[in-house]
C-alpha cells in the first residue's frame, strides 16, 4: 500500500525555467511533509517542509505548495539551475514529524542548460 | 550539533556471508533512528524503525534484522546475505521535525 505517491518518475526542465514536482497522499492522518533531494550515491538532504495548518511555505527558491482537500503537494523550484538535477523524494509523518517518515518513490529532476 | 555516521560507504558481500552495518548518532539524545533502503530503480523503501534501546519495528518481511544497543546506536545485521539485498542503505534519524540521513551504504552481493 503506497501511503505516499510521486506519480512522476521523471521531469526533464530547461534551465531558468520553472520545475513542478508532484505528490499525492492517502492517509488523512499525515499532518507534516517534507521534501528531499538525493543526489547518486549520498544520502538525502532536506529541502523543505509544510506543516498540515499551512498551505505554503517559501525558502529562497524552494516553494511546496499543500493541498489538504485533494490531499496533494508540490513543490516548485524558480528559477531551475542544472545544479537541481537530482531525485526528489516527498515524505509524509503523523504527529507533527515525530513518527515514522514514509516515502515516496521519488521523482529524478533533469535540468538542462 | 547533530551528525550522524554510518559506515561502510560501499560494501561487496559474497551469497550467504553475515553482514553488519551500524550506525551512530552525535549530539542528541533518545532519537527515532531507521533503516531505508533504495534498490536499484525504487524509492526509499522503510526497514525498521526504533523508537528507543531494544525496541524495534520491523516494515517489511525480510532476510535482515536490526538491534539497537545503545540510545545513538542502530545496527542492521543478516545472517546470510541473498543476492536481492543488494541496494543502498540509509540510516536515518528524526527528532521532532527535523529528519537526517547518514551517506549511506552501496551493498553489492555477488
Known amino acids: 500500500d503506497q501511503q505516499v505517491k510521486q506519480n512522476s518518475p521523471s521531469l526533464s526542465v530547461q534551465e531558468g525555467r520553472i520545475s513542478i514536482l508532484n505528490c499525492d497522499y492517502t492517509n488523512s492522518m499525515f499532518d507534516y511533509f517534507l521534501w528531499y533531494k538525493k543526489y547518486p550515491a549520498e544520502g538525502p538532504t532536506f529541502l523543505i517542509s509544510?506543516?498540515?495548518?499551512?498551505d505554503k511555505n517559501e525558502d529562497g527558491r524552494f516553494t511546496v505548495f499543500l493541498n489538504k482537500s485533494a490531499k496533494h503537494l508540490s513543490l516548485h523550484i524558480v528559477p531551475s539551475q542544472p545544479g537541481d538535477s537530482a531525485v526528489y523524494f516527498c515524505a509524509a509523518s503523523r504527529q507533527g514529524g515525530s513518527e515514522k517518515l514514509v516515502f515516496g518513490k521519488g521523482t529524478k529532476l533533469t535540468v538542462n542548460p | 550539533s547533530q551528525t550522524i555516521h554510518q559506515w561502510p560507504a560501499t560494501l561487496v558481500q559474497p551469497v550467504g556471508s553475515p553482514l553488519s552495518l551500524e550506525c551512530t548518532v552525535e549530539?542528541?539524545?533518545?532519537?527515532?533512528l531507521y533503516w531505508y533502503r533504495q534498490a536499484a530503480g525504487r524509492g526509499l523503501q522503510l526497514l525498521f524503525y526504533s523508537v528507543g534501546i531494544g525496541q524495534i519495528s520491523s516494515e517489511v518481511p525480510q532476510n535482515l534484522s536490526a538491534s539497537r544497543p545503545q540510545d545513538r546506536q542502530f545496527i542492521l545485521s543478516s545472517k546470510k546475505l541473498l543476492l536481492s539485498d543488494s541496494g543502498f542503505y540509509l540510516c536515518?534519524?528524526?527528532?521532532?521535525?527535523?529528519?537526517?540521513f547518514g551517506q549511506g551504504t552501496r551493498l553489492t552481493v555477488v
Open positions: 549530539g542528541t539524545s533518545n532519537p527515532n
Open positions: 536515518a534519524w528524526t527528532f521532532n521535525t527535523e529528519a537526517f
Open positions: 509544510i506543516s498540515s495548518i499551512k
